[in-house]
Nanobody, 126 residues
């Protein structure tokens, strides 16, 4: 069983940056593809990015391409989400999770992920 804990959220002005971390406990992280999701108040959870266990394959939702970078350090059992040029609409609770299905799907569906962390709040002021 793998447990995930997110950190690194906070309050930032529009145009600013944050670097989120997702730290895994339990089994080795390299066996798992990890996704980042976010949920704004009153909205459904939205996939942001995911990365395969080796880091060779990465997907982003269109709204964050060119601004966000997902990466991983399996030795540290950590997956990162570097967020630059933050916008007000990036506000929400950010979660990481382990992909459990849908490896060949082009989209990021929360139905394909499990073992969710507790989330970290990101607030972007305009």
């Amino acid at each position: 069983q793998v447990g995930l804990v997110e950190s690194g959220g906070g309050l930032v002005q529009a145009g600013g940056s944050l670097n989120l971390s997702c730290i895994a406990s339990g089994r080795t992280l390299s066996a798992y593809a990890i996704g980042w999701f976010r949920q704004a108040p009153g909205k459904e959870r939205e996939g942001v990015a995911d990365i395969t266990g080796s880091g060779a394959d990465i997907k982003y939702v269109d709204s964050v391409k060119g601004r966000f970078t997902i990466s991983r350090d399996n030795a540290k059992r950590t997956v990162y989400l570097q967020m630059n040029d933050l916008k007000f609409e990036d506000t929400g609770v950010y979660y990481c999770a382990i992909r459990s299905s849908g490896w060949h799907r082009p989209d990021l569906s929360s139905d394909d992920f499990a073992s969710w962390g507790q989330g970290t709040q990101v607030t972007v002021s305009s």
